[in-house]
């Protein structure tokens, strides 16, 4: 990190608290600072408009604040809060370029890399289900797009093909087989996105990993959804996707041996009942039944992105070992494959709803 002593005075902090590294996203580099606080160096090569960033997530969260105040619930735990810096900013920028914000550390809670029983992840969907409910009162108009067509698979994919022409670091002969199942599966992209074509987009979160709800500790209920980055106009059926992708595993996201990989229907149900209840009334059964088509195209669109990154030498995702991006992508398409054995069951589940 930077100067840290600079960064902890420039947002009122005592210049020699203590600070830990916290979490394992794989974009922003977090700290937790005493019990208190979480301190975040936001990743300005992902978000290029930090300003813009800050502003959407002060929106949201004052919008949140309010409904929560309003509602009796507890304001400073059911949502994140910001900690403006001292010169009155949602941000700081250090002398050295970078940018860091800091939130309050949200008390008694849990945060989860991976799923322990099948109740976890139906608290996980009522979590984003209700976070979409919530805002469908926001005026999405207010939000800069902080990844421009961070959803569009079609695009991800002409980023992959150029990635592949380009074999900067001549990894390609690595990874034939992962190369030939991204190109085997443009016709389904295109089919899905004709799908989505006829959907309403709504305010959504776009990165609904089950580390993105903290849980309350004690009750193990969902408690607050954080990681509000890429909340933007979205499908429904995206945020649906995207959680299956990482909690309907029955590994984790780059385990290396792929017998341990697999979609598990128990949970995908889980999740599917939970995220339904918490969208209340809100969808309409078109995006209903898109739910099962967002987990086919989250997953291989996560697993391209991998992929791409691989191809690219590593320059997105954080990456721990050789081959991280690799290993990634790996668990991502066999996901990919079992789910396409079992789109039917997927689709007769979510009519039963
Ligand atoms: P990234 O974009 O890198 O994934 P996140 O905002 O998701 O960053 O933060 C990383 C992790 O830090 C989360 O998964 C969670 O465990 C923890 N975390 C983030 N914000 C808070 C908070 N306000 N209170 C408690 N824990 C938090
Ligand atoms: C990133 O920030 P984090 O770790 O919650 C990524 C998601 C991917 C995910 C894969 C802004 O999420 O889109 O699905 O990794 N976030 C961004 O684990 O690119
Ligand atoms: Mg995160």
Not at 115 to 134: A, M, P
Not at 306 to 332: A, S, V
Request: glycine share 6%.
């Amino acid at each position: 990190m930077s100067n840290l002593k600079e960064i902890l005075v420039n947002f009122g902090f005592e210049p020699d608290a203590k600070c830990i590294p916290w979490g394992n996203g794989h974009i922003n580099d977090t700290f937790r600072v005493e019990d208190k606080f979480i301190l975040q160096r936001i990743n300005t090569d992902v978000f290029k408009d930090y300003e813009a960033l800050m502003n959407n997530i002060c929106l949201v969260t004052a919008f949140l604040q309010k409904m929560l105040f309003n509602n009796g619930g507890d304001v400073l735990r059911e949502a994140i809060s910001v900690i403006p810096a001292i010169d009155g900013k949602s941000y700081y920028k250090c002398a050295d370029g970078l940018v860091y914000r800091t939130y309050i550390f949200i008390q008694d809670s849990l945060s989860l890399d991976k799923v322990e029983t099948k109740q976890d992840l139906y608290s996980c969907g009522f979590g984003f289900g209700d976070f979409q409910q919530k805002l469908s009162g926001f005026d999405a108009s207010q939000l800069v797009e902080t990844i421009p067509h961070f959803h569009d698979t079609l695009k991800r994919y002409e980023a992959f093909k150029d990635a592949l022409n380009k074999d900067v670091k001549n990894r390609a002969c690595d990874c034939k087989e992962e190369i030939d199942f991204a190109i085997n599966h443009y016709e389904m992209i295109k089919n899905i996105t004709d799908i989505y074509s006829k959907l309403p987009l709504r305010v959504t979160h776009n990165d609904t990993k089950l580390n993105n709800v903290l849980f309350d500790i004690k009750t193990r209920e969902p408690l607050c959804v954080i990681d509000l980055d890429t909340v933007m106009p979205g499908y429904a059926a995206n945020d649906f996707g995207d959680a299956i992708r990482f909690g309907a595993s029955t590994a984790a996201e780059d385990e290396t041996d792929l017998s341990k990989v697999h979609f598990d229907f128990e949970l995908y149900k889980a999740f599917a009942e939970g995220f339904i209840k918490g969208c209340g009334n809100g969808l309409t059964k078109e995006e209903k039944l898109s739910f099962p088509y967002g987990c086919l195209l989250m997953t291989f669109e996560c697993g391209m992105r991998f992929l791409t990154d691989y191809l690219n030498g590593d320059t997105y995702f954080k990456i721990h070992r050789e081959h991280h991006n690799l290993d990634r992508c790996r668990t991502q398409f066999k996901l990919v494959s079992e789910m396409e054995q079992c789109l039917d069951k997927m689709i007769s589940f979510i009519k039963e709803q």
